[in-house]
């Protein structure tokens, strides 16, 4: 059963504001990185898990949970998806440390997987004409960029003047207003063919995302040792697995015939572009913007409205681009002006002034904005629409594992940087640092968000020097981060530009 046209807007309001849910807890958490930082006594590796918990769950399980949505119900799966973020974000606000709130995180993300692609599986089922359709996924996407945006300033104005515990229990009333206005409103709908399971499909492509995430993260940290080894060889040998088996198995959670549409291959590549280099800017720039240049929570949630009201602005304007220059043109422009957004970012130092800082946000939430709604509208129209659950899933796997993998990767690589060049920061100080404590430069040199800690304690007169060393070397490795991120996805437009077709038109039946 799909809802009758009179009711289709306020559906699409409903599920809108479910995927806002999880944009905003996203954006709300990037601000309190630094001051999670802190009050838990976390390393930069315990940082990103923090971060990558709810994103390896997440993509662990969405296959599954969009199959589950097509066989039992997708507003079914959206309401428990619903009760469990809610429930596990009410938890994560209660953490004593990182251990704790990444374990909730990660039950969040189990949460979430069941959310996201409920909303947009729900959506091409009642929204079936293709024009529509793709105006209501540009619509679905502005609302996410609008949370994107008011997450920020939200969980500034909660880590400043509440605490960061603050950030999580706001979701629990939004989630529990959400599963009210889902069964008053949203109309259940399933595969009529009522499609058999693939429990073990679901177990090899868990494992093998969650081994993969592992082995980016600790590698850096570890080197070559058994975790990542070990890591490594679960990466290939699930993922591996999970090839062999669903070209095999009866009704594969994720059909490998899909991989043979040109379509459906380069919109899943943009949409992991695109969200990698989203989350994983958004990892570090609260960092520099804190720790660094010594703005508030709050001032370095107002610092990245730029790319929030880019990402909104450019998500409602994109079907209408679309339809003058063509979708491959729309795509081919939001992934330059990504990287165009990177590569400026590159060029920021300790003492840059905002406006850089924001033209780089701007451009990167304008290209984000134009490429999005067409990614996901190529993805939709390559699956037969009685599956817009697998659809939705994958679009929402590769987004999340995308982002996984962008803080992962990212993360590592500002890791890397920041040691290489921190010992010729503090070499460069020389008597200037003289007088600082020994444990104060160890713990400079173990990470930014230590060091600034260590050096808080120290009167201000003396503390310039090594703070700016600390500083110094976080900047080199960002630096190193985004050039290498600009061009991955430089690299991913001409791929756009070769094999995104011209114009998107329907779903295939």
């Not at 703005?295 to 909104?312: I, K, M, W, Y």
């Not at 165009?340 to 003492?351: V, Y």
């Not at 009685?386 to 987004?399: H, I, T």
């Not at 962008?406 to 500002?414: D, F, H, M, T």
Request: net charge neutral; hydrophobic share 55%; charged share 10%.
């Amino acid at each position: 059963m799909v809802a009758r046209s009179v009711h289709r807007w306020w559906v699409l309001v409903v599920l809108s504001g479910a995927l806002a849910i999880i944009a905003l807890d996203n954006t709300v958490l990037n601000v309190a990185l630094p001051t999670l930082q802190e009050d838990l006594g976390a390393t930069t590796s315990q940082l990103q898990w923090v971060v990558d918990a709810y994103s390896v769950m997440f993509a662990g399980t969405l296959l599954l949970a969009g199959s589950l949505g097509d066989r039992f119900g997708r507003r079914r799966a959206l309401v428990v998806g619903l009760a469990v973020f809610g429930a596990s974000s009410l938890a994560a606000g209660f953490a004593t440390d990182a251990l704790m709130l990444s374990l909730c995180r990660a039950v969040m993300g189990v949460g979430g997987a069941f959310i996201m692609p409920s909303t947009l599986s729900i959506l091409a089922q009642v929204f079936t004409d293709p024009r529509e359709r793709v105006q209501a996924i540009g619509i679905w996407s502005a609302v996410a960029g609008a949370a994107v945006g008011l997450g920020p300033i939200l969980g500034g104005l909660l880590v400043e003047y509440v605490s960061w515990h603050a950030i999580f229990w706001i979701n629990p009333p939004l989630c529990l207003l959400g599963i009210v206005a889902a069964v008053a409103l949203v109309p259940e709908s399933k595969d009529p063919s009522r499609p058999k399971l693939d429990p073990v499909g679901a177990l090899l492509s868990g494992v093998g995302l969650i081994a993969l995430v592992v082995t980016v993260i600790e590698l850096p940290d570890s080197g070559i040792d058994i975790l990542t080894v070990g890591s490594a060889l679960a990466t290939v040998v699930f993922l591996g697995g999970f090839v062999w088996w669903e070209r095999r198995v009866e009704r594969p959670l994720l059909p490998m015939s899909l991989f043979r549409e040109r379509l459906f291959t380069i919109s899943i590549v943009c949409v992991a572009l695109v969200y990698g280099a989203l989350i994983g800017v958004m990892f570090f720039l609260p960092q520099f913007l804190q720790l660094v240049q010594g703005r508030s929570p709050l001032e370095s949630g107002v610092a990245v409205l730029p790319g929030a009201l880019g990402l909104l602005v450019a998500s409602l304007l994109s079907p209408s681009v679309a339809f003058r220059i063509g979708a491959r043109a729309t795509v081919v422009l939001g992934l330059a002006l990504v990287t165009g957004g990177m590569t400026a970012a590159a060029f920021l130092t300790r003492d840059s002034s905002y406006p850089l800082v924001g033209v780089s946000l701007g451009l990167m939430g304008l290209g984000l904005g134009l490429v999005l709604p067409q990614a996901t509208n190529g993805i939709l129209a390559s699956v037969p629409r009685e599956r817009s659950g697998l659809g939705s899933a994958v679009n929402d796997g590769m987004s999340e594992l995308g982002g996984s993998l962008g803080v992962a990767i990212l993360g590592s690589l500002l890791a890397l940087g920041y040691r290489n060049s921190v010992e010729e920061q503090i070499s460069a100080a020389g008597d200037a640092i003289a007088s600082i404590p020994g444990g104060v430069i160890d713990a400079v040199r173990e990470s930014l968000a230590a060091g600034v800690l260590a050096v808080g304690r120290l009167p201000v007169e003396e503390s310039g020097p090594i703070r700016e060393a600390a500083g110094g070397a976080f900047v080199s490795g960002m630096t190193t981060a985004l050039l290498v991120a600009a061009a991955i996805v430089g690299a991913g437009t001409v791929l756009a530009w070769w094999l995104f077709p011209r114009r998107v038109e329907q779903v295939q039946e």
